[in-house]
């Protein structure tokens, strides 16, 4: 019952068209300026060639400028827009793996802007590329490519970096560099949108209108939502997602699902696969905050949506790399995020034969642990992380705590429902099983990074009794538990559990915080909203519930038990401050 294209309908009055006549017709005649803003995954040219042919046969003239002619030279770009130092004097300019997450405005790739002559009579002015907002304009559109295109293309060659269109692309600058700017102009221009146009399919791009587009996020940020989940390959990635789920049983494997990652997510619009847009989940928290994360998440987050879910695959794969995530005050001063990627392993599929390995043994021998990564590394010469990293039975059902600097992995054969802070591009290695990439090169080892952020104080018996924790009932009645499952002072948001008979119901209430819900066991539930929404969820579905929607009941469909995961942000005590992975 697994959904791969889980899709709401527009608000009403929406205009949704799709094809390059439809969405041509509604261009005036002019005279008129029409900026078409957006990433530069987008194929331009052929964007600007399609509407030209479209708007001339209707016997309007066109005329085109393409903003990517006018940016600055590239090293000028690169000048302004890589890494700085931090108050420390640490300068990632030239750090091979990452960068501090960029500030720049698009304005910065730009020297000077031109200036065109205005459309006359019936001509159009047709002003296109990433920052062509930054233009005077009469209309304002926003054409898109999810991002997982982008990605897609720097991994195959061709794509290209924000401001350099000459150059070929890295994943460095796509993630730290490329996609803040980008993201943080779209947000802005969000509000004044006249519309959004999803361009994937080339043939047939969807069009829906700014209005439109607006009511519809608003409608769906008081609501229970579910993002299209999708997922990538890797060297360890399994087959779990294509044998259970029914992703593309062509690709390499499933090894990573974006269930909800925030900054990458999206939200289907439309009314059946051939016409739909597909709109960033982050528009929600942008124009609506306190509906989606509740006053005070938005307080302390602002606009980020503080957690994700998603699925590491490695059922008929292999391990993944022994790695740790950055602590807070590296996270910020390093890598420009104001919170860090603290995490939870949920066995969504598990054996008593199969591992987790977790924190440091009592044991351990620091020195003799960076030796054997550095000879790994460098070297070729394979260690045994047991020697250094505990492990522990991977029980489906258990949920394993892993703050920050905690050295962690899956083994293979499990399938693990992450449910961690929503920093997603910070993984430390210190060791990765001398494997290669796809492309047969050494995978990338930032175990630098990683030492510097090794928590040494938690160890032993320590990691599991505080790490490995037992279930906490925290109410119960007829058929029906819920569970508190992890939680931990330098972790700011905590897992639960729903266990629920068969035809058993249960009552909630996001009371201001959202909540984010999985169903790790049985067929799935239907979750009623004060509302009078009726939403379905069915088993490793992930769904969003808003703070807004207050009351719900959640009720189990299907002839067995019934189990939900809910992660929500915990709420602010006075006093309370972090330690280790916040140190």
Excluded at 281 to 286: G, N, P, S
Excluded at 451 to 460: H, K, Q, S, W
Aim: hydrophobic share 35%.
């Amino acid at each position: 019952m697994y959904r791969l294209d889980p899709r709401y309908a527009p608000a009403p009055g929406t205009v949704l068209a799709t094809g390059w006549q439809a969405v041509a017709a509604r261009l005036p005649t002019g005279p008129v300026t029409v900026a078409v803003d957006g990433p530069p995954t987008v194929a331009w040219d052929d964007l600007a060639a399609r509407l030209t042919r479209e708007l001339t046969a209707r016997g309007t003239a066109v005329r085109t400028l393409d903003l990517r002619a006018h940016h600055a030279p590239p090293a000028e770009v690169r000048r302004r827009t890589d890494s700085a130092a931090d108050p420390h004097g640490a300068d990632l300019t030239d750090d091979p793996y990452y960068a501090k997450l960029a500030e720049n405005p698009l304005r910065d790739l730009f020297d000077d802007l031109p200036r065109p002559r205005p459309p006359t009579g019936r001509e159009v002015l047709l002003v296109h590329g990433p920052g062509a907002s930054l233009l005077p304009h009469d209309l304002l559109w926003y054409a898109d490519l999810p991002k997982r295109h982008a990605e897609a293309a720097v991994n195959a060659g061709s794509g290209r970096n924000l401001g350099l269109p000459d150059d070929r692309g890295s994943l460095r600058r796509l993630f730290y560099i490329d996609w803040p700017m980008l993201d943080r102009h779209r947000d802005a221009l969000a509000p004044r949108l006249d519309a959004w146009l999803d361009v994937q399919d080339a043939e047939r791009p969807t069009y829906i209108d700014g209005t439109g587009l607006r009511a519809t996020l608003s409608d769906l940020a008081r609501r229970p939502v579910r993002t299209r989940p999708y997922f990538n390959s890797t060297p360890w990635g399994g087959h779990w997602a294509q044998d259970r789920l029914g992703f593309d049983p062509a690709t390499r494997n499933t090894a990573l699902g974006y269930e909800l990652i925030a900054p990458e997510a999206g939200v289907l619009i439309g009314t059946h696969p051939g016409q739909q847009a597909e709109l960033p989940f982050q528009l929600l928290c942008v124009l609506h905050p306190e509906a989606m994360l509740g006053s005070e998440v938005a307080a302390r987050y602002g606009t980020s949506f503080p957690i994700r879910f998603d699925y590491l695959d490695t059922l008929g794969g292999g391990n993944l790399s022994v790695h740790c995530h950055p602590k807070a005050r590296y996270m910020k001063e390093r890598f420009g995020w104001s919170y860090t990627q603290h995490e939870t392993y949920y066995m969504a599929c598990g054996s008593p034969d199969t591992r987790v390995f977790l924190g440091l043994r009592e044991d351990v021998d620091l020195d003799l642990f960076r030796k054997e990564i550095e000879e790994a590394a460098h070297d070729g010469v394979p260690m045994d992380p047991e020697d250094h990293v505990m492990t522990f039975p991977a029980e489906q059902g258990r949920l394993f705590m892993i703050p920050a600097g905690t050295p962690h992995a899956s083994g293979a054969g499990n399938v693990v429902l992450e449910i961690s802070a929503t920093p997603y591009l910070y993984s430390l290695r210190f060791y990765d099983w001398l494997r290669p990439d796809a492309d047969g090169r050494p995978r990338q080892l930032p175990y630098g990074h990683g030492l510097a952020n090794l928590e040494t104080g938690r160890r032993g018996d320590a990691v599991a009794q505080e790490l490995v924790q037992e279930p906490r009932t925290l109410r119960e009645g007829p058929g029906r538990r819920e569970e508190l499952l992890g939680s931990l002072d330098e972790m700011f948001y905590e897992v639960r559990r729903h266990a629920l008979d068969v035809g058993a119901e249960t009552d909630d209430d996001t009371a201001g915080r959202f909540h984010v819900l999985n169903v790790v066991e049985g067929e799935g539930v239907a979750l009623h909203t004060a509302a009078g929404e009726r939403h379905l969820l069915y088993r490793s579905e992930t769904l969003t519930v808003p703070a807004a929607v207050g009351p719900y009941r959640l009720a189990a469909v299907g002839e067995s038990p019934v189990k939900v995961v809910k992660a929500l942000v915990r709420a602010e005590r006075p006093g309370r401050t972090g330690s280790r992975g916040d140190a």
